[in-house]
Each structure stands twice: as structure tokens, then as C-alpha cells.
């Protein structure tokens, strides 16, 4: 075996590796000891053993029992009955609301917290994890952090009623209770499904102090900003919605898991069913929050939003607004000199890198096609592709591989195919244009997924540079897969979020967001295939720098 099958081998092999690491969760765990996964879940199977409908018996003996316990436990617990009415030109509805509102005082009452989570159900539904996990990590919570004092901020715990009905409850605490006047920060809980970790997937606007506190308070963050921009463009409200309607002055956090969505307000929504990682998960993060903001000094606010996401072994990480202007500015003076040397150094013309770029552009197509084809194929097939496997970790792993060896498998054929057309470098520069490109137009009309584009594109850049400076195959071969590992570290996590966010009923979005994910991934990967501008570079590299003319044929001769 030739060393160039060696090094292609090499790459290989660290993508798979790389890519199992990428889908790795960082495993929650209780060091302190002090969460009782057992009395978490018989709390669950107490609060979710029928559904909790406004008005009906059920619904009302599980905040009475709440209330009872933290009672007798020396916790002020009160009940604020409420009649809350909606009223606007064509549309009246009022509701009665029954919301549980704990205060655990702190010694400055002039900046308050508020931890929620709702406690009503749709009918039917049995709602261990939409929204029992949460309500008994909340309560659970509560009774740990009573018994600590001197938090320096106010902690207010609400569970609020009517959320599925229209966000009622939130509505009557916001508007009539005077609780919410002092608010500086509110962290809402929600489920949708019955597994997986707890996303922090929304914040409100100008997050950049916030993020960056939520990193330091926990190693439990599960974050990235692309969910931010996703959720700000679909229909769903939760009790978060009406902070951000309501009082755009209070900063905030929502979180869910979101694993396993076909339990969703469905009869199969039940606490067998129910992954105790989410109810570790959720009661670590509030525990970390309430203890990290309650007692922080000064909080502040923030003029923009920041970028974040996270990385094996690292946690959560990110960088201002500033730095991912600064980040898209160096993509385009970087770009703009690498398409000054590449078409000087092989006198390329213009119109021949655009055509190049079309035909990259097509085979891109192609594959989406191809893969869509082999999609609906596969549900016709396997019908439960499309309803009952939704969001299962498994498939996920299914559909990301079926989806990366039917790119690979085309763009290997397209890659061959173009060869015979374009010359080597006039190719490469069109895949580098196609990127650029794309980097540009998903940093400016999604701002939260700068780090999706921008930090991938920065290798593939490093990747063309090192080519052009190299005579050494070998560093061609470790830039190539340096920004190969680079691009999979970053999206491959990304995509099973998305997967598991959306379903497979959103397969289109999905394989055009993974195209891109590819095409990241792969087209550095492909300068080693490319013998002709390799050998070019690391072979004839006087010749082409020394010669005037600088033509391919005449780099070759």
C-alpha cells in the first residue's frame, strides 16, 4: 500500500473516531451525593399517575399535595388563585389559574430569580416528562436548597398552571402577581419526549453576560446558539414566551429534553417510559443555577448576543459578537488572498473557477436528490421510519451514515467526473468559492450559528494555504485533516440535535443541512485526491513560482 492509501486510510479512520466522539453526551453526575434518583422518580410516578387537566380532581390534589409537603417541611408555599382573562378585539377567554409559588428569601431583595416549570397536562396525556421531570426536579430542589442560607438574591420557584391552554398562568403571575416586579432573571423548564440531555435551547435577546455566566455556574450545559435561531423562526410558545412578550427587561433561560418526542402529549407519556438522566440532569442544573446566580455579586446586562456551542472534553464554549465579526472578516480577507495567489499561480481565469464552483454546486444537488429518493424509499419500506422512530438515538446514527456514504459515494464519482472537465486547481478554488460562500450567507442571516461556518471554513482555508505553501504531501495530507476533524467535532453534534429537534417528517431541511454539514467535512478531504495540483505544489513548486506563464500543462511538462 502506497503511502498516499495510507494517509487517506489515516483520515478515515480519525473521521469515524471523531465522529463518535462528536455524538458523545458529557455524562451528569452527582458528586455531592445529594439528589435521590429514587425519590425523584417515585415523586414522578405520584404527580404523572393520571393526566393533570385544569379542573379536575387530579389537577388539583397535585399542587395541594406540593403545597402540603413543603408546609409541613417549613417552606413558604403559597397557592394564588387567579381568574385571568385574555380579551382583545375578536377574542375573549378567561381562565381560572391555580399557580405554587415558593419564595426562599435572600439578603438583596432588589434583584430576584424565578426558577418555573408547569404542572398542568393536555388530556390524555399522563405528562411524566412534559412536565413531571421537571416540576419534581424543581420541587426536589427547593427542599435541598432550603435548608442553605445566605443566598444573596431573592429565589422564587413557580409552578404555573394552564401552559398548554395558552400560557395562563404564566400570564396571571407576570401581570398580577407582585412577585415578578423585582425580577432580573427567570430559568423555565419544559419537556418535549421522555429522554436525552436537558437543551438549553432559547435565551432572551442581548444574552452575551448571561451565556457566558451559565457556562461558569455548571459543567452540565448542554447548549448551542443555532437552537436559538431555530426556535425564534417556529410557531411554539412556552411559559418563556411570555417574559420575552411581557418583560423583555428580564434576562433568561428555557430549557427541555427533547429525546424520544413521540411520548409528547400522548398516553405513552408515563414514567416507565421516562429516563432518569433527565430528571438527574434537570435537578443538577437547577441546583448549579441557583446557587451561581443567587449568589452572584452584580448581574449585569449585555448589548449583544453571544456565540456558543460545545466540544468533547471542553463544555460549553464561545466568543462575543465581536469576535464572530471579526472571525467573518477574516474569512473574507483570507479568501480574497487566497483567490489572488491561486488564479495567479495557475493563471486561472475567472469564468472557469465559476463553472467549476457550478459544477461542485450540482453534485451537491445531485446527492440531495439521491439521498431524498433513498429517503422516501426507505419509508415506504420501513413505514415506521416516519412516525414511530422518530428521534431515537439508533436511527439517527442510521441516518446521518446512510446520508454519509451516498455523499461520499457521489462526490468521489462527481470528483472523477469533473477532473475530465476542469483543470485540478480551477476545481478546487470553485469547491473553496462554494464554502466561502456559504459561510458568508449562514454567519449574516444566522447570526447563533456563526461557529457552524465560520470555524470550519477558517480550516479549509488553512487547509488551500498549506497546499500552496507546502512542498511536503505529508503537511498537505494533516491540514486536510485537520480541517476534516475540525468541520465533524463542530457539525456532527449539530445535526443529531437537529435530527432529534425536528424528526424525520422534516427530511428535506434535514438533508440540505446535512449537505452542507458534508460538504464542510469532505471537500478538504478531497485535495488528496486531486494527484495532479498535489504533485503540482510539492513537486514542481519552483517551477511554478519561478514561471511567468504558471499554467497548469506548463506546471506538468
Not at 430559568?187 to 448571561?210: A, H, I, K, Q, Y
Not at 412578550?245 to 427541555?256: I, M, S, T, Y
Not at 463542530?490 to 434535514?510: E, S
Request: proline share 4%; aromatic share 10%.
Amino acid at each position: 500500500m502506497d503511502q498516499k492509501k495510507w494517509i487517506w486510510g489515516a483520515i478515515c479512520c480519525m473521521s469515524l473516531v471523531t465522529a463518535w466522539i462528536s455524538l458523545q453526551r458529557t455524562e451528569v453526575i452527582d458528586n455531592k451525593q445529594e439528589i435521590d434518583l429514587v425519590q425523584l422518580r417515585d415523586h414522578v410516578a405520584e404527580l404523572a399517575s393520571a393526566p393533570r387537566v385544569p379542573k379536575s380532581d387530579t389537577h388539583r390534589a397535585a399542587l395541594d399535595r406540593m403545597a402540603q409537603e413543603l408546609t409541613d417541611l417549613g417552606i413558604a408555599a403559597e397557592i394564588h388563585e387567579r381568574v385571568f382573562t385574555v380579551s382583545k378585539p375578536g377574542f375573549h377567554k378567561s381562565r381560572d389559574v391555580r399557580n405554587l409559588l415558593i419564595h426562599l428569601p435572600g439578603q438583596n431583595p432588589e434583584h430576584s430569580i424565578l426558577f418555573s416549570a408547569h404542572y398542568d397536562t393536555v388530556e390524555g396525556s399522563p405528562g411524566a416528562g412534559d412536565n413531571a421531570a421537571a416540576v419534581v426536579s424543581l420541587f426536589q430542589a427547593v427542599k435541598i436548597l432550603h435548608s442553605e442560607k445566605g443566598f444573596q438574591h431573592d429565589l422564587y420557584f413557580l409552578f404555573s398552571d394552564e401552559e398548554e391552554a395558552g400560557l395562563f398562568g404564566m400570564r396571571a403571575f407576570v401581570e398580577q402577581n407582585p412577585a415578578a416586579e423585582n425580577l432580573s432573571l427567570v430559568f423555565n423548564f419544559d419537556g418535549r419526549g421522555n429522554s436525552g440531555p436537558v437543551l438549553m435551547f432559547e435565551t432572551s435577546d442581548n444574552n452575551d453576560w448571561l451565556v457566558q455566566q451559565f457556562a461558569r455556574a455548571t459543567k452540565a450545559a448542554n447548549a448551542h446558539s443555532l437552537s436559538n435561531n431555530i426556535y425564534k423562526l417556529m410557531p411554539n410558545f412556552t411559559d418563556f414566551t411570555v417574559f420575552k412578550r411581557k418583560r423583555p427587561d428580564v434576562q433568561g433561560l428555557n430549557f427541555a429534553h427533547i429525546e424520544g418526542p413521540l411520548a409528547y402529549h400522548s398516553t405513552a407519556d408515563v414514567v416507565e417510559h421516562l429516563d432518569e438522566a433527565v430528571m438527574l440532569h434537570q435537578t443538577r442544573l437547577v441546583l448549579d443555577l441557583a446557587r451561581w446566580f443567587g449568589n452572584i455579586a452584580d448581574i449585569q446586562t449585555s448589548a449583544s448576543d453571544r456565540v456558543y456551542f460545545c466540544l468533547p472534553g471542553l463544555g460549553m464554549v464561545g466568543y462575543a459578537a465581536t469576535t464572530a465579526k471579526a472571525l467573518l472578516a477574516l474569512i473574507v480577507v483570507s479568501f480574497a488572498g487566497l483567490w489572488f495567489l491561486w488564479t495567479r499561480r495557475f493563471a486561472l481565469k475567472t469564468g472557469l473557477v465559476l463553472k467549476s464552483a457550478g459544477a461542485f454546486v450540482a453534485s451537491l444537488v445531485l446527492t440531495l436528490l439521491l439521498f431524498l429518493g433513498l429517503g422516501l424509499l426507505a419509508i415506504q419500506v420501513l413505514p415506521g421510519l416516519g412516525d414511530s422512530d422518530i428521534g431515537h438515538p439508533a436511527n439517527t446514527m442510521v441516518y446521518l451514515g446512510l446520508l454519509a456514504v451516498t455523499f461520499i459515494i457521489v462526490y468521489g464519482f462527481s470528483a472523477r467526473f469533473l477532473l475530465k472537465r476542469f483543470e485540478a486547481p480551477a476545481l478546487m478554488l470553485g469547491k473553496a468559492l462554494v464554502l466561502f460562500l456559504l459561510s458568508l450567507a449562514g454567519s449574516l442571516l444566522l447570526p447563533g450559528a456563526n461557529f457552524l461556518f465560520c470555524l470550519p471554513m477558517i480550516a479549509t482555508l488553512a487547509a488551500f494555504f498549506g497546499l500552496l505553501g507546502s512542498r511536503q504531501p505529508v503537511a498537505h495530507s494533516v491540514a486536510a485533516g485537520i480541517s476534516v476533524l475540525v468541520a465533524l467535532l463542530i457539525w456532527v453534534p449539530i445535526l443529531r440535535d437537529v435530527y432529534l429537534g425536528l424528526g424525520f417528517f422534516m427530511l428535506h431541511g434535514l438533508a440540505i443541512f446535512a449537505i452542507v454539514a458534508l460538504a464542510y467535512a469532505y471537500t478538504p478531504l478531497f485535495l488528496l485526491g486531486y494527484d495532479s495540483a498535489a504533485s503540482m505544489v510539492a513537486e514542481n513548486s519552483e517551477s511554478v513560482i519561478g514561471s511567468d506563464e504558471g499554467t497548469l500543462d506548463g506546471a506538468l511538462s
